[in-house]
């Protein structure tokens, strides 16, 4: 009887338990789905483009949330959304830099430079912070910075929010170089030593040596001021290095990249430039203040190794024509003879020919070999030829007193290294750096395989980012690891440029098949900052640097210098091994920049992914907001 009663009450018991259990569970339910839909924050991003599935994985970070918005959309006076200034949920965040960092170039910091010799020009140089050093946060855009005008209007019109900086148009305020009006600024075309405008000085050159029948196609630009001369050859199909040493206030390079022309931040001093040899058909200098014949002739001997053979140095500017324009110049005739004859002197002793002198402007051709100049050097004192070594390898290469021996040739009507085809055949033509089997284990087959590649590559860029194929909507872009220039050449019909980098950990140096195909790029250590201003580019093309750079630097330093170079609303394409993009993603979160996984072209079982991602657009804060964070 005692057992059946303490039976039951037990029973009665267990269901007064079961009963309350079930209640609490279920009021906790309810509360937690109330919370969740008065806290989930609304989405800023506006979904826009058809984006192809993520990989079917596991790993919860492969899953997008959604389709990326490629679209710009901000205004320049639009409220910072929260998204820019907070980080993904288990993200490392990365804050934004001071605002006096806007236009950070960590190697070519004005006050590092103080640290270096005057002479030669040497501060001027690259001179990178060590690793500690290295900034951990995000460079900001200017307070009402504004998308770029899109090409062609930008090549005659920029933001003054973007580059906010006056100085030229005071400078140069005769020489129709810049013109200041209410938000922009107005290039028009003018240059020192064409005050007609690039336009007519080109038509000049034109008229001397021939640049329409396709044998010129690249060019490069010392002290190119705002690059005029390279933005109106861009119509004539030539394709423009230019570069300048970094203003302290004049942002002149900063101004040809916001015009969406070809620019880098350069120097000649003691190094070699960072392209190969043989690699240009013109070069030019427009009082471009270059003591050519200084320091034994090493910059004119440094075009001559950059210079195609067959190729043409083209000088405009003192000495030239001295004797109309000395007194201008403010210095004698004496010194103005004395500085012609000794650059002539240089030239002929890179057996130079000098093509023609008319009104403001010289031109000298280098031989398509040196045979000739070989023999004469038997008979005569002539510059000496450079040991044998690697006169492509140009990266913190001291410039030496020699001259570049050219590769031999049977005869003298054979151009040294091959004859490069006529654009725009060149860039479909056997690369002969390739056909000579100049560049080890790379076959014409491998070439062909790779330029297909990329076409199909490139199509699937576009169809997962219908933006890249929209006209107008890109315009500057970089490829970190461009290999023989594939990605470039298929998107040879777009109304873009692109900077083609060989990194210098690279496997092979294909730098000068990248020229031969008539395209530009450089040499680069993404262990350290590039050479230009932040916001340089629109797109940037990634390809499986992260890979290459395992156990050589810190992931998040790499992806830190390309938020800095990017443009607010930018883009960037990874290409990596999924492992390594899951932890590329995770920086990118912190970064806040909206990142999505997709799938390899060539279907989900393939481990190499793609992660395309957005940098938002941030600015700094309005100035009195700046000045009170100063202030605390």
């Given at each position: 009887?005692?057992?059946?009663?303490?039976?039951?009450?037990?029973?009665?018991?267990?269901?007064?338990?079961?009963?309350?259990?079930?209640?609490?569970?279920?009021?906790c339910?309810?509360?937690g789905?109330?919370?969740?839909?008065?806290t989930?924050?609304?989405?800023t991003?506006?979904?826009?483009?058809?984006?192809?599935?993520?990989?079917?994985?596991?790993?919860?970070?492969?899953?997008?949330?959604?389709?990326?918005?490629?679209?710009?959309?901000?205004a320049?006076?639009?409220?910072?959304?929260?998204?820019a200034?907070?980080?993904?949920?288990?993200?490392?965040?990365?804050?934004?830099?001071?605002?006096?960092?806007?236009?950070?170039?960590?190697?070519?910091?004005?006050?590092?430079?103080?640290?270096?010799?005057?002479?030669r020009?040497?501060?001027?140089?690259?001179?990178?912070?060590?690793?500690?050093?290295?900034?951990?946060?995000?460079?900001?855009?200017?307070?009402?910075?504004?998308?770029?005008?899109?090409?062609?209007?930008?090549?005659?019109?920029?933001?003054?929010?973007?580059?906010?900086?006056?100085?030229?148009?005071?400078?140069?305020?005769?020489?129709?170089?810049?013109?200041?009006?209410?938000?922009?600024?107005?290039?028009?075309?003018?240059?020192?030593?064409?005050?007609?405008?690039?336009?007519?000085?080109?038509?000049?050159?034109?008229?001397?040596?021939?640049?329409?029948?396709?044998?010129?196609?690249?060019?490069?630009?010392?002290?190119?001021?705002?690059?005029?001369?390279?933005?109106y050859l861009?119509?004539?199909?030539?394709?423009?290095?230019?570069?300048?040493?970094?203003?302290?206030?004049?942002?002149?390079?900063?101004?040809?990249?916001?015009?969406?022309?070809?620019?880098?931040?350069?120097?000649?001093?003691?190094?070699?430039?960072?392209?190969?040899?043989?690699?240009?058909?013109?070069?030019?200098?427009?009082?471009?203040?270059?003591?050519?014949?200084?320091?034994?002739?090493?910059?004119?001997?440094?075009?001559?190794?950059?210079?195609?053979?067959?190729?043409?140095?083209?000088?405009?500017?003192?000495?030239?024509?001295?004797?109309?324009?000395?007194?201008?110049?403010?210095?004698?005739?004496?010194d103005?003879?004395?500085?012609?004859?000794?650059?002539?002197?240089?030239?002929?002793?890179?057996?130079?020919?000098?093509?023609?002198?008319?009104?403001?402007?010289?031109?000298?051709?280098?031989?398509?070999?040196?045979?000739?100049?070989?023999?004469?050097?038997k008979?005569?004192?002539?510059?000496?030829?450079?040991?044998?070594?690697?006169?492509?390898?140009a990266?913190?290469?001291?410039?030496?007193?020699c001259?570049?021996?050219?590769?031999?040739?049977?005869?003298?009507?054979?151009?040294?290294?091959?004859?490069?085809?006529?654009?725009?055949?060149?860039?479909?033509?056997?690369?002969?750096?390739?056909?000579?089997?100049?560049?080890?284990?790379?076959?014409?087959?491998?070439?062909?395989?790779?330029?297909?590649?990329w076409?199909?590559r490139?199509?699937?860029?576009?169809?997962?980012?219908?933006?890249?194929?929209?006209?107008?909507?890109?315009?500057?872009?970089?490829?970190?690891n461009?290999?023989?220039?594939?990605?470039?050449?298929?998107?040879?019909?777009?109304?873009v440029?692109?900077?083609?980098?060989?990194?210098?950990?690279?496997?092979?140096?294909?730098?000068g098949?990248?020229?031969?195909?008539?395209?530009i790029?450089?040499?680069?250590?993404?262990?350290?900052?590039?050479?230009?201003?932040?916001?340089?580019?629109?797109?940037?093309?990634?390809?499986?640097?992260?890979?290459l750079?395992?156990?050589?630097?810190?992931?998040?330093?790499?992806?830190?210098?390309?938020?800095?170079?990017?443009?607010?609303e930018?883009?960037?394409?990874?290409?990596?091994?999924?492992?390594?993009?899951?932890?590329?993603?995770?920086?990118?979160?912190?970064?806040?920049?909206?990142?999505?996984?997709?799938?390899?072209?060539?279907?989900?079982?393939?481990?190499?992914?793609?992660?395309?991602?957005?940098?938002?657009?941030?600015?700094?804060?309005?100035?009195?907001?700046?000045?009170?964070?100063?202030?605390?």
């Amino acid at each position: 009887m005692a057992a059946a009663k303490a039976a039951a009450s037990w029973k009665k018991n267990s269901m007064y338990s079961l009963t309350l259990t079930t209640f609490l569970c279920s009021l906790c339910y309810f509360l937690g789905v109330w919370q969740h839909r008065t806290t989930v924050p609304t989405t800023t991003m506006i979904p826009t483009i058809p984006c192809l599935p993520a990989t079917n994985t596991s790993t919860s970070t492969l899953t997008p949330a959604g389709p990326l918005d490629f679209s710009t959309h901000h205004a320049a006076d639009e409220e910072l959304p929260a998204s820019a200034t907070s980080a993904q949920p288990g993200a490392k965040a990365y804050p934004p830099c001071h605002v006096t960092y806007s236009e950070y170039t960590p190697c070519e910091d004005p006050k590092r430079s103080l640290k270096y010799k005057r002479e030669r020009l040497i501060y001027r140089e690259r001179h990178c912070p060590s690793r500690t050093e290295l900034l951990k946060c995000r460079v900001p855009a200017p307070y009402g910075y504004k998308n770029p005008f899109k090409w062609p209007v930008s090549r005659d019109l920029v933001w003054y929010g973007n580059v906010p900086h006056k100085e030229l148009t005071v400078e140069k305020a005769g020489q129709n170089w810049i013109r200041f009006l209410g938000d922009r600024f107005r290039f028009p075309g003018g240059g020192t030593m064409f005050p007609n405008g690039a336009d007519a000085y080109i038509d000049d050159i034109g008229k001397l040596i021939n640049l329409s029948d396709g044998s010129i196609r690249t060019a490069i630009d010392t002290g190119c001021g705002v690059a005029s001369w390279g933005a109106y050859l861009l119509s004539r199909d030539i394709l423009t290095v230019s570069f300048a040493p970094r203003d302290t206030h004049e942002a002149q390079v900063q101004f040809a990249l916001e015009r969406g022309v070809p620019a880098l931040i350069g120097v000649m001093a003691s190094i070699r430039l960072p392209y190969p040899s043989r690699a240009f058909d013109m070069a030019h200098c427009s009082r471009c203040l270059i003591p050519w014949a200084e320091y034994d002739g090493v910059y004119l001997i440094e075009v001559d190794r950059v210079l195609r053979p067959g190729g043409y140095w083209i000088l405009s500017g003192p000495p030239i024509r001295w004797k109309k324009y000395w007194k201008g110049w403010q210095r004698s005739e004496d010194d103005l003879n004395a500085e012609q004859r000794n650059i002539e002197k240089v030239a002929g002793s890179l057996c130079w020919e000098k093509v023609v002198e008319k009104d403001d402007i010289a031109i000298w051709q280098k031989p398509i070999n040196h045979m000739n100049c070989k023999l004469n050097r038997k008979l005569t004192q002539y510059l000496p030829f450079c040991p044998s070594g690697d006169s492509d390898q140009a990266w913190y290469t001291k410039m030496e007193v020699c001259l570049t021996s050219m590769p031999e040739v049977s005869s003298n009507q054979e151009a040294a290294g091959g004859e490069v085809a006529k654009w725009p055949e060149r860039l479909n033509a056997i690369p002969p750096r390739i056909s000579r089997g100049e560049i080890g284990g790379v076959t014409v087959e491998k070439f062909w395989q790779d330029a297909e590649l990329w076409k199909r590559r490139v199509s699937y860029y576009k169809t997962v980012s219908n933006q890249l194929g929209q006209l107008g909507r890109y315009r500057n872009l970089l490829d970190m690891n461009a290999n023989f220039g594939g990605f470039a050449a298929a998107l040879i019909n777009d109304p873009v440029w692109v900077m083609n980098v060989v990194p210098v950990e690279a496997k092979v140096n294909t730098l000068g098949v990248i020229y031969e195909r008539g395209l530009i790029g450089t040499y680069q250590n993404w262990c350290e900052a590039m050479s230009t201003y932040p916001r340089t580019y629109d797109l940037i093309h990634a390809d499986s640097i992260f890979t290459l750079y395992k156990d050589r630097c810190e992931m998040e330093d790499i992806v830190l210098e390309m938020d800095r170079i990017l443009r607010p609303e930018g883009s960037v394409i990874f290409r990596d091994d999924v492992d390594v993009l899951v932890k590329v993603k995770m920086i990118t979160d912190g970064m806040m920049w909206d990142s999505q996984i997709i799938d390899h072209e060539d279907g989900a079982l393939v481990r190499e992914k793609l992660l395309f991602a957005v940098k938002l657009y941030w600015t700094s804060p309005p100035p009195d907001d700046q000045q009170a964070n100063t202030a605390s």
